[in-house]
């Protein structure tokens, strides 16, 4: 594990009340100049003040006690390795209240933290500047000199001095406006007086932009900021946040507590949003949807986006986390009920389902590592905290939030919420706290069972056996870590509290029976279960567990995934079971294959969406064989049917799912060299680039990354053509992560280029170069060697913040031999980047998981794909042969730390 750097929180002797605080950006220059006047508590007499500060020149400071003489400091001594700054003054400060006063300069930056500066286009075609922030988790010191710690909360008088045509946002309305005394191009712009809160969540704006704004039913004041002469792409992320604030209230029981929220589309930003009290900052894609150009996963993804950012108001601004360590409650929690949001506004997503795949087998994926870490993991040095920003503290701390939801039951979990947002709002908690109010309005032990959840990593595999007595099955249930290396062979035997729900065919959407599964081994009665009745563990996939049937129980659960009696959050969860204990070397590869034959009645978008994951997974293993064009015919036999069935053009009736799914489809048979999907997307292509019939949203990528991928030197340029007269990054976003597609070498470089050209934005660039890592097996080698090329500047851009661990993944996970583990491993022995030291010790252990699945399984694969090329499958599914079409695999499941809208937030 990384080691941990020496550290210590700041000292207790002197805390701020109220920081009144002016700052005036140059937008030109690129600096800004600060004046902070605090009004701060001298608890323990001291003659020095440490706070901390990066990257600004303090000019002057003095403190000056309650109604005596200011006192000014005589030294300013910088650590700047820890941040920190500590004013010495020339005698004793004494115990009682005071004004801290500091004059200060610093820079508006270009690195996406702190207070930084954002390029955008006017209308009219010129480059200008916007002064924005980000101060999750450690930055708000690079704006000014603060306490800069999430529990030192106080509250906050906010002005800015700008141009006069400039927008001036901050967490509070604005309460005046007024010339500035030597400038006349410039204003004043005074904020009214924040609650308490914590300097993370502080946040300022400066730029052009348009806005719509609406009421929420409560009476709240919501607008959404977008760039000048684009407020129409606001519309759809108003309805949604109007939507969502009186949810929120509604189920926390407690008001919203500022009298506005705005939301503004940043256009450079590092993250998916950002939750600060009362102003919201969203990238461009995230909260921007153009009724004409945006595919429906872009609607989805922003109303999820909204709903996390808006859950924080309550869980996170109102109750903050003590410290960095409890940072998995703020996220988790934001993520499981994000999803309750998007549901409760728009039930047609069946959004639930989704969950499953976009969030719970992802965190399964990343736990089952001997690199993975506990939910809760204890924060020192604050350049700890970005590695933590992972799938584990977002899409684990979802899931195990969401089967808690379920033990305890919807009542009794939001009366135990309203409990701990009352008892601690406007202060810090701890994850104790939470578990406590839960505790006290369940009756039921969810600590003990909790913790085995958030202090130790990984989850069980339960191991089920049945056998019939007379009209009862007896089920014999057997839980053990669950390896992605293999079965469990540790000394020490981690065990979990388990709730575990089971259902039978009898009727598979209701649980029969309901246990909690404290030890190794459990023997139950099923009563009044006949032989013939099949039976399910994990209903509705909420437990977070794998499940690994007996042979006889698995044989018995095929045909309910034909017949489609199995639903189908239970069909994807037996799928995904299934696949990873494949992955681990528990069953065969062969086996897995067998049972996807079996999804061809399968009419969800979600299972396919998770079955297709899976299948993309295989296929890049398989890139590393020479019979890598026998998983493309398997994939195309396995769509074929479905393409058929969804055709290319929506039929009267159909909905937001059936979109979906037809991208997805189409993506799939387009890229796998399925001849008639290739045809029809080269056809609608064409008439797309010539303005005869504009490709709507949602044919977009499938149409472009089949062209791509079959397509030569003309086809990309007609693409960054594209790229450059799209006028909304959805489409630029769209276009860069399909790039990679392409298959020649030379193309290949091409791309890599672009990705580091000023035509994509920073942020942005990551896409492009994962995009091509998962284009091909060529790509994969040819964007390792331009990470590598190229690290210091992308190292430099990114400065450890948390893409830089996206990166390295997205461009190196897909590899298979024992060799290139070393190489990686050597590469960052050599470039250390230390906010990504967990990523790259779990990139090293994928390579050699991949390179041990090859081994064991390549031949057995091999074998089953070449014999199925025999006109009958498996199932009775007819195989016809198909002609052989080179293509190589898809791009594989990334996570984004809720970073672009094929991820989460």
């Known amino acids: 594990m990384p080691e941990k750097r020496p550290f210590e929180r700041l000292p207790a002797d002197v805390s701020p009340l109220n920081y009144g605080l002016c700052l005036k950006p140059d937008l030109i220059d690129f600096t800004f100049e600060g004046k902070l006047e605090a009004a701060v508590q001298v608890k323990n007499a001291t003659n020095q003040i440490v706070m901390n500060c990066a990257d600004i020149d303090i000019i002057t400071a003095s403190y000056a006690p309650e109604g005596d003489e200011e006192v000014h400091a005589t030294g300013f001594n910088y650590q700047n390795e820890d941040e920190k700054v500590t004013l010495s003054f020339p005698s004793t400060l004494q115990k009682g209240t005071g004004t801290l006063k500091i004059d200060f300069v610093g820079e508006l930056n270009d690195k996406m933290k702190g207070f930084y500066r954002s ?106 900021y977008t760039p000048v002469g684009k407020a129409e792409q606001g519309r759809f992320a108003l309805e949604v946040a109007a939507k969502t604030l009186p949810f929120y209230k509604d189920y926390f029981n407690v008001p919203y507590p500022l009298p506005k929220i705005d939301l503004i589309a940043i256009a450079d930003f590092a993250a998916g949003a950002m939750e600060n009290w009362g102003l919201v900052t969203y990238r461009e894609t995230a909260l921007l949807i153009d009724p004409k150009n945006s595919c429906s996963s872009s609607r989805q993804w922003v109303a999820l986006v909204v709903g996390h950012e808006l859950a924080h108001q309550w869980f996170g601004n109102l109750v903050t986390m003590e410290w960095w360590t409890h940072l998995w409650l703020n996220e988790g929690f934001a993520s499981w009920i994000e999803y309750l949001c998007v549901d409760h506004c728009f039930p047609e997503y069946d959004i639930w389902t989704q969950f499953v795949s976009a969030d719970y087998t992802r965190a399964q994926e990343l736990d089952a590592l001997d690199n993975s870490h506990p939910i809760e993991v204890s924060v020192g040095h604050p350049s700890e905290v970005d590695e933590i920003f992972d799938a584990i503290s977002y899409s684990k701390g979802a899931s195990v939030i969401r089967m808690l939801h379920d033990y305890i039951g919807d009542e009794d979990f939001r009366k135990g919420m309203n409990l701990y947002l009352t008892k601690f709002q406007q202060r810090n908690a701890a994850t104790e706290d939470l578990w406590e109010s839960l505790e006290k309005a369940s009756g039921k032990p969810i600590a003990a069972v909790m913790n085995t959840w958030t202090k130790q990593m990984g989850f069980p595999l339960i191991y089920v056996e049945a056998e019939q007595q007379e009209d009862d099955k007896v089920l014999k249930l057997v839980q053990k870590k ?176 059936d979109a979906l799914l037809r991208g997805l489809v189409l993506g799939k048979l387009g890229k796998a060299g399925h001849k008639a999907t290739l045809e029809e997307a080269r056809r609608r292509f064409k008439e797309h680039v010539e303005g005869k019939h504009i490709l709507s949203a949602d044919l977009r990528s499938p149409v472009y990354v089949t062209v791509l991928k079959h397509g030569d030197s003309s086809t990309l340029d007609t693409m960054l053509k594209l790229h450059k007269q799209a006028d909304m990054q959805e489409e630029k976003n769209r276009i860069e992560r399909v790039l990679g597609a392409i298959s020649q070498p030379e193309l290949i470089q091409k791309v890599l280029t672009f990705a580091l050209s000023e035509e994509v934005r920073p942020q942005d660039t990551v896409s492009v170069i994962g995009g091509v890592a998962g284009g091909s097996k060529q790509g994969r080698k040819a964007a390792w060697k331009f990470v590598r090329d190229n690290w210091e500047e992308l190292y430099n851009r990114y400065q450890g913040g948390f893409l830089i661990s996206r990166l390295i993944k997205l461009t190196v996970d897909g590899f298979a031999n024992d060799k290139m583990a070393a190489e990686v491993k050597a590469f960052f022995e050599s470039h250390p980047a230390p906010s990504a030291e967990r990523t790259v010790q779990q990139c090293c252990e994928n390579i050699l998981l991949n390179a041990a699945w090859l081994r064991r399984d390549a031949d057995s694969i091999q074998h089953f794909l070449q014999q199925r090329r025999a006109p009958v499958g498996m199932w009775g599914l007819p195989c016809p042969p198909s002609p052989e079409d080179p293509t190589s695999p898809f791009p594989r499941r990334d996570f984004a730390g809720k970073l672009d809208s094929e991820a989460l937030k």
């Open 119 to 224: 390029k955008y286009s006017t209308p009219s075609g010129d480059t200008r500047y916007a002064a924005v922030t980000q101060f999750e988790a450690t930055d708000a010191r690079r704006a000014f000199p603060c306490w800069d710690e999430p529990a030192i909360k106080a509250t906050f008088d906010i002005s800015l001095v700008v141009p006069k045509d400039r927008v001036a946002l901050s967490n509070m309305n604005v309460v005046e406006r007024r010339p500035y005394p030597d400038d006349e191009s410039l204003v004043e712009v005074k904020f009214a007086r924040s609650p308490v809160m914590s300097t993370y969540l502080v946040a300022f704006v400066v730029g052009e932009y348009d806005f719509v704004e609406a009421r929420s039913q409560d009476g709240v004041l919501v607008r959404v």
């Open 482 to 657: 669950f390896c992605a290396s293999g079965p469990y062979t540790g000394e020490d035997f981690p065990m979990w509290m388990v709730p575990i729900s089971i259902c039978t065919s009898e009727d598979p959407s209701s649980a029969k029976m309901q246990i909690l599964m404290d030890k190794p081994e459990l023997t139950v009665v099923l009563k009044d279960t006949k032989p013939e009745q099949w039976v399910k563990l994990n209903l509705g996939t909420v437990g977070f567990y794998r499940t690994q049937y007996s042979p006889a129980m698995l044989e018995s659960l095929i045909p309910a995934i034909k017949d489609l009696s199995l639903p189908p959050v239970d069909r994807l969860g037996l799928q995904n079971d299934l696949f990873s204990l494949a992955r681990a070397g528990i069953i065969s590869t062969v086996e897995v294959l067998k049972v996807m034959e079996a999804f061809v009645n399968e009419p969800n978008y979600t299972v396919w969406s998770d079955l297709s994951c899976n299948l993309g997974i295989l296929a890049t293993l398989l890139s590393h064989t020479d019979f890598h064009e026998d998983i493309q015919v398997f994939i195309r036999d396995v769509f074929s049917p479905i393409g058929e069935r969804l055709g290319w053009d929506p039929k009267p009736g159909e909905g937001h799912l």
